[in-house]
């Protein structure tokens, strides 16, 4: 017999819905001053809705609301690089700089490391 698995953008939306659902039977039934926690947890349930049906970013199809922290994180990659990583010269065998230019592709790609010149080489 084959399991159909529910997809983890399937999940996340579940799990969206039922905390809906269970705010709002709270609300109801206990305190009206639960009806607060829709104003998070609603916007959070049609961000994802959206997330699922739009067809332009697979990261946000697969992984709505929590692939928004993907894009989030790297638009903020130069200031955590620039406080707790490396910088972009400092990495073996290639520093970021480095990696980033033609000069390893024109020497056959990472096949060849002697070949390559060092970055601030004037010999043409």
């Known amino acids: ?32 001053n639960w009806y607060w926690c829709l104003i998070v947890s609603l916007p959070l349930l ?13 990261m946000l199809c697969n992984y709505p609301v929590i692939g928004h922290l ?11 690089r620039q406080y707790f990583f490396e910088t972009d010269l400092d990495g073996k065998p290639f520093n970021r700089r480095q990696r980033s230019t033609r000069e390893i592709m024109e020497a056959g790609g990472f096949k060849n490391i002697k070949s390559i010149r060092p970055a601030n080489s004037s010999e043409e």
Not at 9 to 22: A, D, E
Not at 46 to 58: G, S
Not at 72 to 77: G, H, K, T, V, Y
């Open 1 to 32: 017999m084959k399991r159909k698995f529910l997809s983890v953008s399937g999940m996340i939306l579940l799990i969206l819905v039922l905390i809906n659902v269970i705010i709002l039977k709270t609300a109801y039934l206990v305190s009206e």
């Open 70 to 80: 993907r894009y989030f994180f790297e638009s903020i990659r130069s200031e955590l």
């Open 46 to 58: 049609l961000v994802a809705i959206y997330d699922v049906r739009q067809k332009q970013h697979a």
